[in-house]
Each structure stands twice: as C-alpha cells, then as structure tokens.
C-alpha cells in the first residue's frame, strides 16, 4: 500500500510526515523524495509467532511518500515536478494535510483542501482531453469499437468533471473501472485529510464540519497536531505516555492513519504460518481466495487448487491444527471463497 503526503505549501504535511516516519524504516524514493515504511502492528501475528516461533515475521506494511507543496495552476499547467505529479498518481491513496494554526497567514483549511481537489480534477481533465485527441487522430474517418467505447467512457468520465464533481463519485460498472486503472486519475484516487491543527486544538469539530460540508462523504477527516505528533514520536516510550497524558492525546497519529488508511482502502490481512514464516498479506475487503493466492505468488493464482482454512479465533480457542480439524472448523476452500480477515490460509497448487 502506496500513500502519498500531500498539501499546499505551510500545511505542516513535512512535519505530519515525519511523525509517521519515526521508528519507521526511512529511505528515498527513485526521484528523492522522503519515504518511510511503516510495519503495521497486529495482535494477532504476534501470537502466532510465539506459537510457531519462525525465522521470520513479516508485518503487512504501509510506504508514506512526503511531495513537494501543491500551489494553484501547478498541476493543471504542468510546472509540478513531472516526477512528483507520476508519483502521486502511482499512489495507492492520498493523504492530504491542511492547515489549521496560524503561521504568519490566515488558516483556511477548506481553501486548502479547495486547491487541491480543483487541481486534481483540472490535472484529470487535461489528461482525458489529450487522450480523446488522441482517439480522433487514430480513428480518422473509420469505426473502430474499441476506440469508440474508449472514447464514450472518458466522455462519460469528463462530464461528470465539469461538474466540479472528482471522478472517486462517479459511479461506474466494474468494466469500466477495469478500463480506467490504467490512467491513474488522481481524483479517482482514495483520499483521507488530516486538519493539522495548532497546539491545544487537535479536536476542532467546527472545522471538521466546515470540511465535511464540503468533501465527499465518503473521504475520511481527522484532526491533529504535526508539532506535537512528531514531538511524540521521537521519546522514549515512557516519556511518550506521561506526553500523551498531559497533552490528552488518546492514540498517537500513526496509529490512527494507519487504521484510517486501511478502512479507506477496504483492506484485510489474511495470514501464514510455519517454522520458517509467520505473515500478514494485505488484500482488498471481498477477494477470492485464487485471488489472495496470487498475492502471494502469481503462479499461485495460475495452480490453484483449494485453500486450507480456518480462523484465527478457531485456531486460538482450540488450540491448533489439530483441534480445529477435529471440530470441523478446518475446511477446504475453492477458487471462489471469499477471505475473511484473520483467516489462516495454506495455498494447494498443482503442477
């Protein structure tokens, strides 16, 4: 899972980024910028790793890509690094920062968020247009179905635009949706916005209802305050609770994004377990188990057989393999079962 940080220039998302980024695994991307890898926590792997004590445990994880600042006109007008416009469009999600504390100008978080949602629907709207050139120019004069249904789409896609509406609320059939991945539209794209707040006003409804009047019901708000976030985050775990008791922060912002970005993109964990590997492989709310087989290796979902299954509260209550085959909660599973979270799997293929 693939998130980019994004934000007008001041939002405090640099400040956000590196709250995230402590006890994470930094490093930079091919065009520099910061990255970090967060593991996410899970109960239930841990457990399982006392059990079967492997050589290895593997998190699911979450990379977190700072960008450079979105200003008006930049991406619709092509002065945005190239580099960074490709990696947000790469991304899985968008997590936007908007400003909520004074440094020297008015905060107006709804204005951030403006600027940002209008840029990313003027970027998809230049990309649609240049494309349906494009078409015209290869067609000609000659009907060709492929191009024409294409087309139909994208026209379909730049009218719901011109609305002012982003394309994440238009409603498509799961074809069309199959036919559009490819063009990486950063409206289409998830997004979760964090008000970045100032100190003693991380909880500011006022605000979130302005923002919610305005963003689509289904984009996720929360409130924090970077400054402190990262302040947080770079103590001792027992300086960190006296910190969060006198400041009455209940859970770190980390952990709060990480269980938002999971929500907003409709993630579960599946898990494996052995001597050898204890895992948590992320996939998406209603995937198939010949489709969760595939994310573990893609000859997998070629050779699928069946899936060996069993929960993971089976699995704890009973004690195991053995108790949760004698109970008749150890079952085989075809191509078409849909994986349930916390499910243990073991993955039968062919030759």
């Known amino acids: 899972m693939y998130i980019s940080l994004v934000g007008t220039a001041g939002s405090g998302k640099t400040t956000l980024f590196k709250a995230l980024a402590s006890g994470g695994n930094g490093s930079t991307t091919g065009n520099g910028s910061p990255l970090t890898i967060i593991e996410v926590p899970d109960e239930r792997l ?7 004590n492997p050589k290895k445990t593997v998190y699911s994880r979450i990379e977190v890509a700072d960008t ?14 190239a580099k960074s416009l490709q990696q947000m469009r790469r991304s899985d999600a968008i997590l936007l920062v908007v400003r909520h504390f004074e440094n020297g100008h008015p905060a107006d978080p709804v204005a951030d968020f403006q600027t940002v949602h209008n840029e990313f629907i003027l970027s998809d709207m230049t990309q649609i247009e240049l494309r349906l050139e494009r078409i015209r120019k290869q067609a000609g004069n000659k009907t060709q179905p492929a191009l024409e249904q294409e087309k139909a789409l994208l026209e379909k896609c730049l009218a719901h ?12 059939a799961e074809e069309e949706e199959k036919k559009l991945r490819g063009f990486q539209f950063l409206s289409r794209k998830p997004m979760m916005i964090a008000i970045n707040c100032a100190e003693g006003t991380p909880e500011d409804s006022t605000v979130a209802g302005l923002l919610r009047e305005r963003v689509p019901a289904h984009v996720a708000v929360i409130s924090a305050c970077a400054q402190l976030e990262a302040e947080l985050a770079s103590m001792s775990p027992g300086e960190r609770v006296q910190f969060m008791a006198e ?17 907003t993109m409709g993630l579960i964990s599946f898990l494996t377990v052995g001597d050898d590997e204890c ?5 998406r709310k209603g995937m198939t188990a010949q489709d969760a087989a595939g994310t573990i290796h893609t000859d997998f979902y070629q050779k699928f057989i069946r899936a060996e299954t069993v929960a993971y509260n089976d699995f704890i209550s009973l004690g195991g393999f053995a108790g949760c085959k004698k109970a008749g909660v150890w ?14 799997l073991c993955i039968r293929t062919g030759n």
Do not use: M
């Open 331 to 344: 079952r085989l599973e075809g191509k078409a079962y849909t994986v349930k979270d916390g499910d243990i």
């Open 46 to 52: 841990d457990a399982l790793t006392k059990i079967f």
């Open 279 to 283: 895992r948590a492989w992320p996939i």
């Open 68 to 81: 450079v600042a979105i200003r008006e006109g930049e991406i619709k007008n092509e002065t945005l690094d």
């Open 161 to 172: 635009l011109e609305t002012g509406e982003p394309l994440s609320t238009l409603q498509l």
């Open 247 to 263: 400041y009455g922060i209940k859970e770190a912002v980390r952990g709060r994004i990480i269980r938002l970005a999971r929500d």
